[in-house]
């Protein structure tokens, strides 16, 4: 028996990888790490494929400074500035995506944190979608407290999204003006709360596989069950606009070491999908479970129309994946 078979088993039985045997694993042969981890994806999860997309409800004029957005006032780029789209507009895309059968809509807005009234005013809108229209609603709000989460909650939304980026170490090379123990926090005080939690990272910032390794883990640690893979999609103007794309093998070992790490979570494709060639079909037979569809934040995406036939044809079933 294969050293990867003798790990898939080990998951199989309720078992955890540990940091060592997903280095192992990240270093063993693809097609039968990425079939392993597949196997293991159709055990915890069976064909249920989670689909959200999001809006960029607010954008640019971020006093943040992390290095791959190009919405930050650190950087000369050519995103798009705008104030918080009013309830109609937000409601508008809510129902144009429910129509399609997106089951999940986020709300994202740029900034340190989503505070005072610009809050209170989304939250209205969060209501005023949940009246008329049948969809999740998730949010991206930046670093807020607890008031601001039960704020959140009460209006209706069900779950925070709030990224780690990379491992702790790291993060420093990617952001100087926030801490990954901010994350941390925004996370936990999110759990305590009542609402679920999405957060993942970016891959091909210059971290290294340790690094990649060391993030799930945080995210296993906290119980987090939606990841997004985010995959960098390079910026003009941005401090990572010169970073060189990862190539497709690296996107499958990444996605098949997460579901060895994360067996019962959705394993989300995210931003920088629509760089592969096959838009994302060999990660979804190495693991992965779940998509952002329709386009990012400030890149283009994949349209719900073809993301929906391509799930049909992979035999999936789109579905909520709750962490319940």
Same mark, same amino acid.
């Given at each position: ?29 693809? /097609? %039968? =790490?990425? !079939?392993? *981890?597949?196997?293991?994806?159709? &055990? ?6 989670? $689909? ?35 309830? /109609? %507009? =937000?409601? !508008?895309? *809510?129902?144009?995506?429910?129509? &399609? ?6 709300? $994202? ?216």
């Amino acid at each position: 028996m294969s050293r990867i078979q003798e790990l898939k088993n080990k998951v199989m039985e309720g078992g955890i990888i540990s940091r060592q045997e997903a280095l192992e694993l990240y270093r063993s042969p693809l /097609e %039968e =790490l990425c !079939k392993a *981890a597949n196997e293991i994806r159709e &055990r915890f999860c069976k064909e249920v494929f989670d $689909v959200c997309t999001i809006v960029n409800a607010k954008s640019g004029r971020c006093s943040e400074d992390c290095k791959y957005c190009s919405q930050s006032v650190h950087y000369k780029t050519l995103s798009s500035q705008y104030p918080l789209l009013d309830t /109609e %507009e =937000l409601k !508008k895309q *809510a129902k144009y995506n429910a129509d &399609r059968g997106v089951l999940r809509y986020s709300l $994202v807005t740029s900034g340190r944190a989503l505070e005072g009234q610009e809050l209170d005013r989304v939250c209205e809108s969060v209501r005023e979608i949940k009246k008329e229209v049948d969809i999740e609603i998730c949010a991206s709000f930046g670093l807020v407290g607890k008031e601001a989460l039960r704020k959140m909650k009460e209006a209706g939304i069900g779950r925070i999204h709030c990224n780690l980026e990379s491992s702790e170490s790291y993060f420093p090379n990617i952001c100087t003006t926030h801490t990954y123990r901010e994350k941390i926090e925004v996370i936990q005080n999110a759990l305590e709360e009542g609402l679920s939690v999405c957060s993942g990272g970016i891959m091909g910032l210059g971290e290294t596989v340790e690094d990649r390794i060391d993030m799930l883990i945080d995210l296993r640690e906290l119980g987090i069950r939606s990841i997004p893979v985010n995959f960098l999609n390079p910026i003009q103007g941005t401090p990572y606009e010169n970073n060189e794309a990862l190539c497709e093998e690296e996107k499958r070992r990444i996605v098949a070491v997460c579901r060895f790490l994360l067996p019962r979570a959705a394993v989300r494709l995210a931003g920088g999908r629509g760089l592969s060639k096959d838009k994302g079909r060999s990660c979804f037979k190495s693991g992965a479970n779940a998509v952002i569809s329709g386009d990012m934040l400030t890149t283009a995406g994949i349209t719900i129309e073809k993301d929906m036939e391509m799930i049909k044809d992979l035999g999936y079933k789109v579905a909520l994946f709750d962490q319940e």
